[in-house]
């Protein structure tokens, strides 16, 4: 079982910056690719950056050159460095874990979410 926790989470004005971290444990085997997903009042969650185990990233539009993806595969963390923020990036962030856990004497795919955490920048 795999298990993903949030953290950073706030309230920022406009223009100002958080950062949002996410700790993975468990009977994890290896961890592929880590990832922040937002989903806003109304409207479907959508990827935010993601980052590989070899530090390839992939960001969404709207946040490229604001948002700073990084991850510590040594301890099972990724992070999301927010700067520049904007009222549209009020949302609720969720951390998103894909690799393969070890169960028994099986190796099996898992794909974790975090309860997210909540980010409101105020105009």
């Known amino acids: 079982q795999v298990q993903v926790v949030e953290s950073g989470g706030g309230l920022v004005q406009t223009g100002g910056s958080l950062r949002l971290s996410c700790a993975v444990s468990g009977s994890i085997f290896s961890l592929n690719v880590m990832g922040w997903y937002r989903q806003a009042p109304g409207k479907q969650r959508e990827l935010v950056a993601v980052?590989?185990?070899?530090?390839?990233?992939n960001y969404a539009d709207s946040v490229k050159g604001r948002f700073t993806i990084s991850r510590d595969n040594a301890e099972s963390t990724v992070y999301l460095q927010m700067n520049s923020l904007k009222p549209e990036d009020t949302a609720v962030y969720y951390c998103?874990?894909?690799?393969?856990?070890?169960?028994?004497?099986?190796?099996?795919?898992?794909?974790?979410w975090g309860q997210g955490t909540q980010v409101t920048v105020s105009s």
């Open positions: 980052i590989t185990s070899g530090y390839s990233t």
């Open positions: 998103n874990a894909r690799g393969v856990v070890q169960s028994g004497p099986s190796i099996l795919p898992s794909d974790a």
